[in-house]
């Protein structure tokens, strides 16, 4: 019951932005801008990147209120845009680009994890290793089996709305996530 | 119970309950399985770890000036959308000509129009009071019933009985 | 062919301009009317309401005359109501002139939602704005972000709330 009430209401919100009004537009920023960044982050795995997207996200979300109509959930159309321009970028040729920065942020990482829990050195170090090789597994799959899997895991999207944002059916989505958390445990297994 | 691994189908099956999605009752008999299925153990305790893997990356929290940034690009739109569109550098090659043209019929018509009916511009001014008025008490009415059911203007009375402060 | 298109363009916005300063020269403002929100339209709002107390029946009646037929019972009867409030609830209006006008403003445009809202929803939200105008600051707007308001309350009955609530702020 809570779960419909919140669906009405962001596009009930939304629906208010189209009409003007600023204050539900800065409610759905408030409300969406982790999840899309974070998903953004994870789908080209530079911090720098994420927030230049997702910025582009809410622009375009702000640009497109004249003509918007609830026809999908709004979280659906809100992470179509965020996909659409993640695999732009991916595709545009600056994978390479951000792997190469894979390393810059795995160190602004561990300064953070270190300013958090306080860990030993060597702690911190195995655990910066996990990380890594959990980005580096992910950032090895296919660009939609990614996608789908950080809406699945992540964002808890059902396979119903995880299909809608990637434009394809139920039973595709499946096949992706099964070929791709396949192989994620592949890479992943001696981490047990 | 038909093996999931076997059956692709399925296997989402395995996913949801790796996940802790699965309702009870297929829990109970997909565990009832895994007993007698090592195959099917084997990708539970693979998608667990792989699970616990995937929750060990946490983001990073976004910029404190992330909201400023939007909202300065989004300013920056709304002022310049129409002009850059119309006049900007990359303006489309037909409207190069065409303005001057547009640009000269629209003076001429407003100035034309202008200097023909100079009352039209005035006409405020030759308001009826008697319309002003009917306005002004609509308008109070208005207010007045508004700060009634929300009383907008005084501090309610404290619990020690000080006198409500106006604002 | 261009350059004397340009150059023509030119010469009508000077003769535009210049039209256009003519006009505005003859142009006062309408006399006689405060602006909406604007201080001391508190008191023509007192003085409509005292200037009715002292009328006879019949000045009433020549007074209503002006308004719609279908306005003027409700306006009589809106008069007298008031007329026969509290020191404390008539000097509102002229309180509430006193704030910034786009506070009024704003009052006033949650005041036109309010006013579309289902009849059964309406009393749900003055009792909402009277807890939250108990409130210090602080707690209100926790209260205004808090889950339970948002499930409590759609998104236009929110933005009224919040809308009011804002009146009440300090900022």
Same mark, same amino acid.
């Given at each position: 019951?809570?779960?419909?009430? /919140?669906?009405? =209401?962001?596009?009930?919100?939304?629906?208010?932005?189209?009409?003007?009004?600023? /204050?539900?537009?800065?409610?759905?920023?408030?409300? =969406?801008?982790?999840?899309?960044?974070?998903?953004?982050?994870?789908?080209?795995?530079?911090?720098?990147?994420?927030?230049?997207?997702?910025?582009?996200?809410?622009?375009?979300?702000?640009?497109?209120? @004249?003509?918007?109509?609830?026809?999908?959930?709004?979280?659906?159309?809100?992470?179509?845009?965020?996909?659409?321009? /993640?695999?732009?970028?991916? $595709?545009?040729?600056? &994978?390479?680009?951000?792997?190469?920065?894979?390393?810059?942020?795995? @160190?602004?990482? $561990?300064?953070?994890?270190?300013?958090? $829990?306080?860990?030993?050195?060597?702690?911190?170090?195995?655990?910066?290793?996990?990380?890594?090789?959990?980005?580096?597994?992910?950032?090895?799959?296919?660009?939609?089996? $990614? /996608?789908?899997?950080?809406?699945?895991? =992540?964002?808890?999207?059902?396979?119903?709305?995880?299909?809608?944002?990637? &434009?394809?059916?139920?039973?595709?989505?499946?096949?992706?996530?099964?070929?791709? =958390?396949?192989?994620?445990?592949?890479?992943?297994?001696?981490?047990? | 119970? *038909?093996?999931?691994?076997?059956? %692709?189908?399925?296997?989402?099956?395995?996913?949801?309950?790796?996940?802790?999605?699965?309702?009870?009752?297929?829990?109970?008999?997909?565990?009832?399985?895994?007993?007698?299925?090592?195959?099917?153990?084997?990708?539970?305790?693979?998608? *667990?770890?792989?699970?616990?893997?995937?929750? %060990?990356?946490?983001?990073?929290?976004?910029?404190?000036?992330?909201?400023?940034?939007?909202?300065?690009?989004?300013?920056?739109?709304? %002022?310049?959308?129409?002009?850059?569109?119309?006049?900007?550098?990359?303006?489309?090659?037909?409207?190069?000509?065409?303005?001057?043209?547009?640009?000269?019929?629209?003076?001429?018509?407003?100035?034309?129009?202008?200097?023909?009916?100079?009352?039209?511009?005035?006409?405020?001014?030759?308001?009826?009071? %008697?319309?002003?008025?009917?306005?002004?008490?609509?308008?109070?009415?208005?207010?007045?019933?508004?700060?009634?059911?929300?009383?907008?203007?005084?501090?309610?009375?404290?619990?020690?009985?000080?006198?409500?402060?106006?604002? | 062919?261009?350059?004397?298109?340009?150059?023509?363009?030119?010469?009508?916005?000077?003769?535009?301009?210049?039209?256009?300063?003519?006009?505005?020269?003859?142009?006062?403002?309408?006399?006689?009317?405060?602006?909406?929100?604007?201080?001391?339209?508190?008191?023509?709002?007192?003085? #409509?309401?005292?200037?009715?107390?002292?009328?006879?029946?019949?000045?009433?009646?020549?007074?209503?005359?002006?308004?719609?037929?279908?306005?003027?019972?409700?306006?009589?009867?809106?008069?007298?109501?008031?007329?026969?409030?509290?020191?404390?609830?008539?000097?509102?209006?002229?309180?509430?002139?006193?704030?910034?006008?786009?506070?009024?403003?704003?009052?006033?445009?949650?005041?036109?939602?309010?006013?579309?809202?289902?009849?059964?929803?309406?009393?749900?939200?003055?009792?909402?704005?009277?807890?939250?105008?108990?409130?210090?600051?602080?707690?209100?707007?926790?209260? #205004?972000?808090?889950?339970?308001?948002?499930?409590?309350?759609?998104?236009?009955?929110?933005?009224?709330?919040?809308?009011?609530?804002?009146?009440?702020?300090?900022?």
């Amino acid at each position: 019951m809570v779960a419909v009430a /919140a669906l009405e =209401y962001d596009a009930e919100l939304m629906l208010r932005v189209k009409n003007g009004d600023s /204050a539900s537009f800065a409610l759905l920023l408030e409300k =969406y801008r982790l999840p899309v960044i974070h998903f953004l982050y994870r789908m080209v795995q530079n911090h720098g990147i994420s927030e230049e997207l997702g910025q582009e996200v809410f622009l375009r979300v702000y640009r497109s209120r @004249g003509t918007y109509e609830p026809t999908a959930k709004f979280t659906t159309w809100l992470f179509r845009i965020a996909t659409h321009l /993640a695999l732009n970028w991916l $595709r545009d040729g600056k &994978n390479e680009k951000g792997q190469e920065r894979l390393d810059d942020d795995s @160190g602004e990482s $561990r300064s953070h994890d270190v300013a958090d $829990r306080k860990p030993t050195v060597e702690h911190s170090l195995v655990q910066q290793s996990r990380l890594n090789e959990v980005r580096r597994a992910v950032a090895s799959l296919p660009e939609k089996q $990614r /996608a789908a899997v950080l809406m699945h895991k =992540y964002e808890e999207m059902e396979y119903t709305q995880i299909a809608a944002v990637l &434009n394809c059916s139920e039973s595709a989505v499946k096949s992706l996530l099964f070929r791709a =958390y396949e192989t994620l445990r592949a890479r992943l297994a001696h981490m047990a | 119970m *038909r093996c999931p691994i076997e059956t %692709q189908e399925n296997a989402e099956l395995l996913l949801s309950y790796s996940a802790r999605k699965l309702n009870p009752e297929s829990t109970a008999i997909l565990e009832a399985h895994m007993e007698v299925c090592p195959q099917c153990r084997e990708f539970r305790d693979g998608q *667990r770890t792989l699970w616990e893997a995937l929750d %060990q990356w946490e983001a990073r929290p976004i910029s404190a000036d992330f909201n400023r940034r939007l909202y300065r690009k989004i300013e920056e739109q709304e %002022q310049l959308g129409w002009w850059d569109r119309i006049f900007g550098a990359g303006r489309p090659m037909i409207l190069r000509p065409a303005l001057p043209l547009a640009a000269t019929a629209c003076i001429v018509l407003v100035a034309g129009l202008m200097i023909d009916n100079p009352g039209r511009v005035a006409a405020p001014m030759a308001e009826n009071p %008697q319309v002003r008025e009917v306005e002004q008490v609509e308008r109070t009415l208005e207010d007045m019933e508004m700060l009634r059911q929300f009383n907008l203007v005084s501090a309610p009375v404290t619990e020690e009985g000080e006198g409500a402060r106006s604002m | 062919m261009y350059r004397s298109l340009y150059l023509s363009v030119v010469v009508l916005l000077g003769l535009a301009v210049s039209l256009l300063g003519q006009h505005s020269m003859g142009h006062a403002p309408p006399k006689g009317s405060a602006p909406a929100g604007t201080p001391g339209s508190g008191k023509n709002k007192q003085a #409509i309401i005292d200037r009715w107390n002292r009328m006879s029946p019949e000045e009433q009646q020549k007074f209503l005359a002006k308004f719609p037929p279908d306005r003027r019972a409700k306006i009589a009867e809106q008069l007298n109501h008031f007329k026969n409030l509290p020191p404390e609830e008539r000097s509102r209006p002229q309180t509430f002139s006193q704030l910034p006008p786009e506070k009024q403003n704003q009052a006033r445009r949650a005041w036109a939602q309010f006013g579309k809202l289902p009849k059964d929803r309406q009393p749900l939200l003055r009792d909402e704005f009277e807890n939250l105008r108990t409130m210090p600051e602080a707690q209100r707007n926790a209260r #205004i972000n808090s889950d339970e308001f948002r499930n409590k309350y759609n998104a236009n009955e929110q933005s009224i709330l919040r809308d009011f609530s804002g009146v009440l702020s300090s900022k």
